[in-house]
């Protein structure tokens, strides 16, 4: 090669560095080796921006708070009760007026009144629905609001019994022994103070002259009489009481004689 001249050392370099050339494009910038041809670049896909954007917050309507009303309370109605024993219930507020019944120990009744001074309450009476007696605050005790129970005034007493006898109710006797004599028995009772006035009447028309007694507090009286007849026959004796009420009783007796 020394002998070779300089001019034909130019055309060797020139193709050794295109030979080279070639080789650094077939394998480092991917072109094919075969073909020759230059590869196309793939398109780049550009993704649109997602939209970060937050719709405004909106406020909420505030509600507005209706109040709630404070509960009426129902006051518990009044009752009452014997202390720890059977307690008297009376015609009226008074040890003048007769028992009617008694309010038992353990049992509970309503309050229907009260007298005005205060010392006793009028209840329905507990042996006897529909009728009313009262018993004493003293021996009793309350339950519930007696604030409002309402003034009962005080009962107007009354004669509330008379019964009578004429004994014996028959009799035969010899007609020789007349007249004969029934004897005659009756009974008043009234239940609170009182002016009694009463007649004594008998069946042949005779009519004692009328009677009147102050009593201060309920009670029984009992009176006594008599009837003389002079024949055989029926016979009635009746009491009439006028005062503070009307009411009567009546009995009869039958006598035969042989």
């Not at 007298?115 to 006793?120: I, L, M, N, V, Y």
């Not at 035969?172 to 004969?180: H, K, N």
């Not at 055989?232 to 009420?245: E, H, L, R």
Request: charged share 10%.
């Amino acid at each position: 090669m020394a002998n070779m001249s300089r001019a034909s050392l130019i055309p060797l370099v020139f193709w050794v560095a295109l030979g080279m050339a070639c080789n650094l494009s077939s394998s480092g910038l991917g072109l094919s080796s075969s073909s020759g041809a230059v590869p196309t670049a793939s398109p780049q896909t550009t993704v649109a921006p997602t939209s970060t954007n937050t719709p405004a917050a909106t406020t909420a309507p505030t509600s507005t708070l209706t109040p709630t009303p404070a509960p009426t309370l129902t006051p518990s109605p009044p009752m009452v009760s014997p202390l720890n024993q059977d307690v008297a219930c009376r015609f009226g507020p008074g040890t003048v007026y007769s028992i009617e019944g008694a309010l038992v120990a353990g049992h509970t009744v309503l309050i229907q009144g009260r007298d005005s001074p205060g010392g006793w309450w009028y209840i329905e009476n507990p042996g006897q629905p529909g009728r009313y007696c009262w018993v004493p605050s003293s021996d009793t005790q309350t339950q519930g609001d007696t604030s409002l129970v309402a003034v009962q005034p005080p009962p107007v007493a009354f004669v509330d019994y008379v019964g009578l006898d004429m004994t014996p109710s028959s009799k035969d006797i010899a007609c020789g022994s007349l007249p004969y004599t029934f004897n005659v028995n009756f009974k008043i009772e009234w239940n609170g103070p009182i002016t009694l006035t009463f007649q004594r009447i008998k069946s042949n028309g005779q009519a004692a002259s009328p009677e009147t007694y102050v009593f201060k507090a309920s009670g029984t009286q009992t009176y006594t009489d008599s009837y003389q007849v002079n024949a055989a026959g029926t016979y009635w004796f009746k009491v009439q009481v006028t005062s503070p009420n009307s009411i009567s009783a009546q009995n009869t007796a039958r006598l035969t004689c042989h």
